[in-house]
């Protein structure tokens, strides 16, 4: 069982980065717009990955195709999708690269959760490309193919992703309760599907799949 990072292991991570990166060797502008302007949680993640990584970039392809989706044949019978809250940008894709997608929890200021329909209209306040169901589509199929070797295995590895949902597309059920689209990785090592309600509580875990932030 590996053990957890101390205090003093993470300040001398922290002052070797101060101390020993080659500044002068950097583009302050570039820095900038790739680093400094980041989310805190995009930041995070990339950094998270190149430590886990042993300080050694990680490279390698990250596409993925996408593929149709039938709410009926996939989710149930009753479910259909709600035409007018789906992101076409995302629908019209034939291929995304996640090395160039971002996850976003939509929280503000000291928010430690909100509802999903207030996320639904943060994301569409952003207006990056919300990823919809034929990413997730794309996703599932690969991972049922490749197991180990998926792109989702590979963003847990690489990354540690665990967790994903995609505000593309909202569903309805029978009973005309909206839901979204979501792949989470079990204690057990397996990914697998859900459908979460828009209705309940959504926290820093749970993050939504957008289109990187491009500066105009």
């Not at 596409?63 to 035409?83: H, M, N, Y």
């Not at 007018?84 to 291929?95: A, G, I, P």
């Not at 209209?121 to 589509?137: H, N, P, S």
């Not at 828009?198 to 289109?211: F, K, P, Q």
Request: proline content about 1%; overall charge negative.
């Amino acid at each position: 069982m590996s053990k957890a990072v101390s205090r003093g292991q993470a300040l001398q991570v922290s002052a070797r980065v101060a101390t020993q990166v080659n500044w002068d060797k950097l583009d302050g502008d570039h820095l900038q717009g790739e680093v400094i302007d980041l989310t805190p949680e995009e930041f995070g993640r990339r950094l998270t990955a190149f430590l886990k990584n042993g300080a050694k970039v990680v490279f390698g392809d990250l596409k993925i195709a996408t593929a149709s989706f039938d709410s009926v044949s996939f989710i149930g019978k009753g479910w259909k999708l709600v035409s007018k809250e789906r992101d076409e940008r995302s629908h019209v894709l034939t291929e995304v690269d996640f090395a160039k997608t971002e996850l976003v929890s939509c929280l503000r200021g000291e928010e430690t959760s909100i509802n999903g329909e207030c996320k639904l209209i943060r994301l569409k306040e952003e207006d990056r490309i919300r990823y919809g169901a034929t990413v997730f589509m794309g996703l599932w199929q690969d991972y049922q193919d490749e197991k180990g070797n998926s792109i989702l295995e590979r963003l847990y590895r690489e990354e540690n992703i665990t967790y994903m949902d995609f505000f593309g597309d909202v569903f309805l059920d029978p009973n005309g309760s909206r839901y979204v689209l979501c792949l989470s990785r079990g204690a057990g090592g397996e990914w697998d599907w859900s459908v979460p309600w828009l209705d309940s509580v959504w926290d820093a875990r749970h993050v939504s799949v957008v289109a990187l932030q491009v500066d105009s």
